[in-house]
């Protein structure tokens, strides 16, 4: 998918710099909504500060997330090719990962998220466009209903296990920001009413990458059925992303 392009010349190489400290800023409301779904903070073995790492099916995914770490001067590795074979079926699925190297910065963001050994929403979480962008690309769908799933029900959120108390602060929270509903539901996700797909999307914005772009594919909403084509700056998972700096 796409490449997270900045293109700067020797003039302007103060407005290079505040750029990438707003792309740090930013990186904080991104890691949130990675860490609401499957991101991982740990402090390595002999280390004294913590590393990110996550995975996805998709290469551009992982390849756009990986460029917008480096443009908040982060050392990244990756993205890697990792397959995974589930224990269950004995079936290889395709995995790439990324890890952004130990940093003080995600020791003090990994003191938030593990207060215990396990992860747990902060207190201190603020809800944005792009927390809720990725949250919904790492562990979002659209659910479908009626004959040959011609409407859109909902749109879920996947909780990762989080507490009850969080879950609740959390719905609370974005519905101060955004007006949105989200009804928790026993199967342990969190659940829109059908007048609040489209807000939902509109909050969140067009898919940055095309492998996730499925997500925001829906039959009778003209804005997002013709995004494919109408975003230039996708690409094809087989495309080397590229940072200009």
């Known amino acids: 998918p796409c490449a997270f392009v900045v293109r700067t010349t020797s003039n302007n190489f103060l407005n290079c710099w505040k750029l990438r400290q707003e792309v740090k800023l930013s990186f904080i409301s991104i890691l949130d909504g990675l860490m609401l779904g499957d991101g991982c903070l740990q402090v390595p073995p002999q280390c004294k500060n913590a590393r990110y790492t996550h995975g996805s099916k998709h290469y551009g995914y992982m390849a756009y997330l990986s460029n917008i770490a480096k443009l908040g001067r982060f050392d990244v590795n990756g993205p890697v090719y990792v397959p995974h074979t589930l224990k269950s079926n004995g079936k290889t699925y395709d995995s790439y990962h990324i890890t952004v190297n130990t940093d003080p910065f995600l020791t003090s963001q990994q003191k938030r998220w593990y207060i215990t050994k396990e992860k747990h929403i902060p ?81 969140i914005g067009l898919c940055p990458v095309i492998c996730y772009y499925y997500k925001w594919q829906t039959k009778d909403y003209e804005k997002y059925s013709n995004m494919r084509n109408s975003c230039f700056c996708l690409h094809e998972d087989n495309q080397q992303p590229s940072l200009y700096l």
Not at 132 to 151: A, P, R, T, V
Not at 168 to 196: A, P
């Open 123 to 203: 207190s201190d979480i603020a809800i944005t466009p792009e927390l809720m962008l990725h949250w919904y690309i790492g562990d979002g769908s659209l659910n479908w209903y009626g004959k040959n799933n011609k409407k859109i029900n909902s749109i879920r959120l996947g909780t990762y296990d989080f507490l009850c108390e969080e879950l609740q602060y959390i719905t609370e929270k974005i519905y101060v920001e955004t007006s949105i509903v989200l009804q928790r539901r026993k199967s342990g996700f969190l659940e829109t009413n059908v007048k609040d797909v489209y807000k939902f999307l509109d909050y």
